[in-house]
């Protein structure tokens, strides 16, 4: 993919999956952005770009044809960073690397990256179990960035990102340790139904896809819910 066509290959692919600009743009821009990025008017940032691609289904490894600045290389090194920490369990230098993210400014002033900020703040405050309403607050901004009036009951309505399924997997996690199983369940149910209907990045799709179906049926199996849990996982085997 040329650099210099991103414009026309976002244009040609919104339009054979029947998206519109406006659905493209929410809330990250205003739709005459999208406009001008798809003629060639504007070149997107690095994070604007990776936003605009997920939603429309491209696999991740396109995004190595187009050039980023030092400052965004940067970036991207520090939250590479950040996710091995948190995968680690290591959350004490997890809020160091925080700590210098936050130092850098366009991170707080782009979206995309103080959306995977929040929800590095929210995962952190979840595993360590510090204030668990405040970790919910904060998935709850995260998914605000991208939908601008994120509802739970509405999720699959909306185009997700997969920064979006992992903010909406913490809730989850959220509601659980709440004790509030139920709602767990129909949150999944919902972002199962986006995922069927909705959901466009077909390559990362079946790695979550898989993992959805495993923790609403853990789920389910908690609340003796057994039939639906003996249907997904009879799915999750077709998936697989």
């Known amino acids: 993919m040329a650099v210099f066509a991103i414009g026309e290959f976002i244009r040609k692919t ?6 519109t600009q406006e659905e493209l743009a929410e809330p990250y821009m205003d739709r005459s952005h999208i406009s001008k990025i798809e003629r060639g008017v504007v070149t997107p940032d690095y994070g604007t770009l990776k936003v605009l691609l997920e939603r429309l289904g491209v696999t991740e490894q396109h995004l190595g044809d187009f050039f980023i600045s030092d400052e965004e290389a940067r970036i991207q090194e520090c939250f590479s ?10 959350f004490q230098a997890a809020k160091s690397q925080l700590e210098e ?35 919910y607050a904060r998935l709850q901004e995260a998914m605000r960035i991208s939908v ?7 999720i699959e309505d909306y185009l997700l990102t997969k920064n979006d399924v992992l903010v909406i997997n913490n809730i ?12 767990s369940v129909e949150i999944l149910y919902r972002l199962k139904k986006n995922f069927d209907t909705r959901f466009v990045d077909v390559q990362s799709k079946g790695a979550m896809y898989t993992l959805l179906l495993a923790n609403l049926t853990y789920l389910l199996e908690e609340l003796e819910r057994y039939q639906e849990a003996v249907e997904l996982c009879d799915l999750g085997k077709k998936v697989c």
Do not use: C
């Open 172 to 183: 989850v996690v959220y509601h659980t340790l709440m004790n509030n199983r139920e709602k």
């Open 148 to 154: 601008l009036n994120f509802d739970e009951s509405r």
């Open 14 to 19: 919104r339009k054979q999956l029947g998206i």
């Open 81 to 90: 960073l950040l996710d091995g920490l948190i995968v680690r369990g290591e």
């Open 101 to 135: 993210l936050k130092s850098i400014p366009s991170v707080e002033q782009k979206g995309f990256y103080r959306q995977k900020l929040l929800l590095s703040e929210g995962i952190i405050i979840l595993q360590t179990g510090e204030n668990l309403d405040a970790a």
